[in-house]
């Protein structure tokens, strides 16, 4: 690559080299694992552990790496550590969906192993999309087909069917739940065959709370009915926790139910076993003779490790299968290339064809024409009714079946899967049920043709009848569909049969009377296919208008024929807080037109229930796409790119910054230079301009973070975003002949005859107002907020009176001082005085938007710290019933003894909790005021714990062996020295801080 210093930073070749030796050779790995200890957060500690690219990284790694159940609670704790630091990376507005970003990014980062061009550009995009503009993270969201999601988080994102590695997917429970979240789906169902193993469940829901999925299990079960199987999944509801989740599990009913399900899941299994056979003694050679390809022979316990304690199916094998046949598909293709250079017409086009079928020859046609049982009918069908005796739960009926599994779960969901069930079908199942159906799976994207759609409307129709509770038409259903079937002899017995429920039709209807029959709309996705919808929906109506707009540009064959309707709500949060001001502020939200001042508001959507409807083409859209299909095989070589550097966005981030500030600078001093006779503007206005615009950035960037009184231990310039200056520079200088040369010389003065001698009001007013425009013009088309851009332009309005008082101020220094033409002057300068002045207004918002950005993100931090405290301190109580914990905090040398006496040693936790929080205070900008506000909220009791788990940074030397063991890694040394000067003034400040607080309680008290 010609001139490669001029692209990547040096931060992105240190993260790639770290990273990559992790990942190679295995470096140091113990020292890393311990940045994903929860009780470590991401802006305490471990910041001088590692880079917070690397500890994404890393974290991901063990998401990808690990599918064994007994890594189940390093991958936990993998993903809490992932959200925490994608969140705490997330600077700026769009948090989320930066965090979403920031994931699918590591994610690739990892899969590009071996390919350092590949990595060094994700590594860039991932420090660009961390601290970038908003325009950057949407350019990033359409590459990865991510849509962007509200940032309050409340959009109607669901998927009612996926499956995991359990089941016959491809990844882990943790691993779907994270790429669940990246799509922004927040109501995910996960459905197992047969049973499920209660250590499953607890992955699954773990992972789930942690990135605030809602997140349900289904267990698919098969009922016989008319010499056929139909598909009931089973929802147990109320399953959160490890409590919730043992309690379940242990009940008999359940526990029969799982040892019946083994059974039935024996059989498919076997059938598994056998396929495998099939596929080594005939399959195989029909694939050599077909291709020239001779696979190896089919290792069953290799597809058995790479399942682990998951469920073995044709998706497995198939998979299995097509991994150890790529690489041989490639090389006959390399083989077949040589071959058609010397080859005639006739085997030239033979070739092509071969070539193109290996492309095709994906896992989903391998299980297709090779693993299902219409290719193997010598071995028996696992999904036929069979003649045999076979496992007892496969000989219940639709009625029997349901009522077994309310029995064992009262408070359960029951969904019947309509594949295969015409509209008959479906009403005797629903009367013998007596009810106990609550959904319809209405759509399933994996089957998604135009037949689907027709043969849905039927069941749509059905099911708005009764939950309508339309007898009439229920009724009409009813009676066309029996004199359907008395012209077909061999259905007369259904025929008697719908007669037999048409007198009791209405206790179908009196069954929903209360509780309506829903809808479940599915993706199937296993996360394999190329030929199916990923996983994921979305109710358009619930997602911003940027999404929203990048939908209708979608293809029309890109919708699902789906509709539902989402309306809005609101909720107010009366303020909190102590003492008058808080008391005042709660007394005016309750003021008629105050509420939405003083509170706190959220915004929820709720939606009706889904139908089928072939006009609704976007209201409900997928969050997946479709894959390319194939194996990526062609005949002829793609030629290689030109040699040449990256883009320009792969720049040098010194270099780029340095190129826009050149590119604003130029235009600013040649509007001078051309238009001014006076040297100090001609030659010096630019750098005047340019100073005006960086120094008040400077200014707004070091109050923000705590001004005078910000931390000692950082310098000013470590609150400056260089980056943000530099685009501040780059379009201020852009102003300067708008607002200077075309709005006040050639407009304004030759034009209307406005100056500051005839009218400076009206002067100031137009250039503040094309200056807001031009501001917020350039914020919109940068991609920033709407409400930013609206900001900055009343930002200008308001800098209209500072302009006229500067105007006025220089005016009478300039006349004190004996200048003779003052309004010649002041002209000369208004353009200046104009831009002062709307600095000076925006150094004060953005000065505060700063301080509330910092201190919000410090809240962030304390309320997690916080909340651990006292978890831990509940913990304590809960092993030590005998003991005051309160007094053993105060006395940490006690405490440590008698911690390590008992079954764990709370040591480390408390440690480190009190580790992280001194370095927040120390390190963080607006720590200080963030921490006050979190004791201020505490009750005295509260403060006095909080201090109390505090005290234990007086072991010196056990807190020194904390971090010669690798807390922080290898190089200790300045985090021990930080540790040792800085926490007595740490602990002197919150035990002041404490008792003034209990000081300023006792008397509001006695108020």
């Not at 000989?395 to 015409?422: G, K, N, V």
């Not at 919808?533 to 789906?562: D, N, W, Y």
């Amino acid at each position: 690559m010609p001139f490669r210093s001029l692209y990547y930073d040096a931060n992105d070749y240190k993260l790639l080299e770290i990273l990559n030796d992790l990942m190679q050779r295995g470096v140091d790995r113990s020292h890393f694992k311990t940045i994903l200890e929860p009780y470590l957060r991401p802006h305490g500690i471990k910041e001088l552990a590692a880079d917070p690219g690397l500890r994404i990284g890393y974290a991901i790694m063990h998401l990808l790496q690990s599918l064994k159940s007994d890594q189940a609670a390093d991958r936990i704790k993998a993903l809490n550590a992932l959200r925490d630091e994608t969140l705490a990376a997330s600077r700026g507005s769009m948090r989320n969906n930066r965090a979403r970003v920031l994931v699918q990014i590591g994610k690739e980062l990892i899969r590009a192993e071996g390919m350092e061009d590949r990595q060094l550009e994700l590594a860039h995009d991932f420090r660009r999309a961390a601290i970038g503009k908003v325009g950057f993270l949407r350019k990033q969201l359409r590459k990865y087909h991510l849509l962007e999601m509200p940032e309050e988080w409340n959009q109607i994102t669901f998927d009612d069917r996926v499956h995991d590695a359990n089941s016959k997917g491809r990844k882990s429970a943790t691993h779907l739940i994270m790429d669940a979240w990246v799509k922004g789906i927040r109501n995910l169902t996960v459905v197992y065959y047969n049973f499920m193993d209660p250590a499953v469940a607890r992955e699954l829901f773990a992972s789930a709370r942690i990135l605030g999925v809602n997140a349900s299990i289904g267990i698919e079960f098969r009922a016989r009915f008319r010499d056929r199987y139909v598909k009931i999944v089973w929802g147990p509801n109320g399953l959160r926790d490890d409590g919730d989740i043992e309690e379940f599990f242990r009940q008999e009913p359940v526990r029969e139910l799982m040892r019946l399900g083994q059974e039935v899941q024996a059989r498919r299994t076997r059938y598994v076993r056998d396929v495998t056979t099939a596929f080594n003694e005939v399959h195989r050679e029909s694939i050599r003779q077909e291709f020239g390809i001779s696979l190896p022979p089919v290792d069953y316990r290799a597809v058995e490790r790479v399942i682990g304690t998951g469920q073995p199916s044709v998706y497995h094998l198939g998979n299995h299968i097509h991994e150890e046949a790529l690489p041989l598909f490639a090389e006959r293709v390399e083989a077949l290339r040589r071959e058609y250079v010397d080859a005639d017409y006739d085997a030239k086009a033979a070739i092509a064809m071969q070539v193109e079928s290996l492309d095709a020859l994906d896992a989903d046609t391998l299980i297709a024409r090779y693993l299902l049982p219409a290719e193997n009918p010598a071995i028996p069908d696992p999904d036929v009714v069979s003649g045999e005796d076979g496992p007892e739960l496969l000989s219940l009926t639709p009625a029997e079946l349901t009522a077994r599994l309310r029995r064992a779960c009262p408070s359960s969901s029951l969904t019947l899967i309509l594949a295969d069930l015409d509209l008959s079908d479906v009403i005797e199942i629903l009367y013998d049920c007596q009810g106990r159906i609550t959904h319809f799976e209405v759509f399933n994207t994996k089957f998604l043709t135009d037949l689907q759609v027709r043969q849905r409307r039927p069941f749509s129709q059905l099911q708005q009848a009764i939950n309508e509770q339309n007898a009439v038409v229920l009724k009409r259903m009813i009676r066309n569909r029996i004199e359907r079937f008395r012209d077909e002899p061999d259905n007369h017995d259904r025929a008697a049969r719908l007669e037999a429920i048409l007198p009791d039709f209405n206790r179908l209807l009196d069954r929903y009377r209360r509780t309506p029959l829903q809808s479940a709309v599915g993706s199937g996705s296993t996360g394999r296919s190329s030929r199916t919808h990923g996983m994921g929906f979305a109710v358009a109506e619930t997602l911003p208008f940027k999404a929203q707009r990048e939908l209708r540009r979608r293809p029309p064959s890109s919708c699902i024929p789906v509709a539902g309707s989402a309306f809005a709500s609101v909720e107010f949060i009366p303020p909190r807080g102590g003492g008058l001001s808080g008391r005042i502020a709660r007394f005016a939200s309750r003021l008629p037109g105050l509420r939405g001042l003083f509170c706190q508001t959220r915004h929820w959507w709720h939606v009706d229930e889904l139908r089928i409807d072939a006009t609704a083409c976007g209201d409900v859209v997928t969050l997946g796409g479709i894959s390319q299909e194939g194996n990526g095989l062609t005949l002829f070589e793609e030629q290689e790119a030109k040699e040449g550097g990256p883009p320009l966005g792969r720049l040098n981030t010194a270099l780029m910054n340095a190129l826009k500030v050149v590119a604003g600078f130029v235009p600013a001093f040649l509007t001078f230079w051309l238009t001014k006779d006076w040297w100090v503007l001609a030659y010096l206005g630019g750098v005047i301009w340019f100073f005006i615009t960086g120094f008040r950035n400077v200014i707004q960037s070091v109050l923000g973070g705590g001004g005078f009184r910000r931390s000692p231990h950082l310098a000013w310039n470590d609150y400056i975003n260089w980056e943000r200056i530099a685009d501040s520079l780059l379009y201020t200088g852009f102003s300067v002949p708008l607002l200077d040369w075309l709005c006040k010389s050639m407009l304004l003065d030759r034009g209307l005859n406005i100056t500051t001698a005839t009218s400076p009001l009206l002067l100031y007013t137009i250039m503040a107002v094309t200056n807001g425009v031009y501001i917020s013009g350039h914020n919109i088309v940068r991609g920033l907020p709407r409400k930013a851009a609206m900001a900055n332009f009343f930002r200008s309005i308001l800098s209209i009176p500072v302009a006229i008082a500067l105007n006025g101020g220089i005016g009478s220094l300039l006349s004190i001082v004996g200048v003779a033409d003052v309004a010649a002057v002041l002209q000369l300068w208004a353009a200046v005085i104009s831009k002062l002045a709307s600095d000076f207004v925006a150094g004060i918002i953005e000065g505060l938007a700063d301080r509330a950005y910092n201190i919000s993100m410090r809240k962030w931090d304390y309320t997690e710290k916080i909340r651990q405290v006292f978890e831990l301190f509940t913990r304590l109580e809960i092993l030590f019933p005998t003991r005051n914990m309160l007094d053993a905090l105060r006395s940490p040398a006690e405490f440590m003894e008698l911690s390590r006496a008992g079954e764990v040693d709370h040591v480390s936790a408390l440690m480190a909790n009190a580790l992280d929080l001194l370095y927040i205070r120390a390190y963080k900008p607006r720590a200080g005021d963030a921490l006050r506000q979190a004791m201020e909220r505490m009750t005295r009791d509260e403060r006095a714990v909080f201090v109390a788990s505090q005290q234990i940074l007086r072991e010196e030397k056990e807190v020194a062996t904390l971090f010669v063991n690798g807390l922080v890694g290898r190089n200790f040394s300045k985090a021990l020295s930080f540790y040792l000067l800085r926490y007595a003034p740490y602990l002197d400040e919150l035990e002041g801080l404490a008792r003034s607080l209990d000081r300023t309680g006792e008397i509001d008290g006695c108020l």
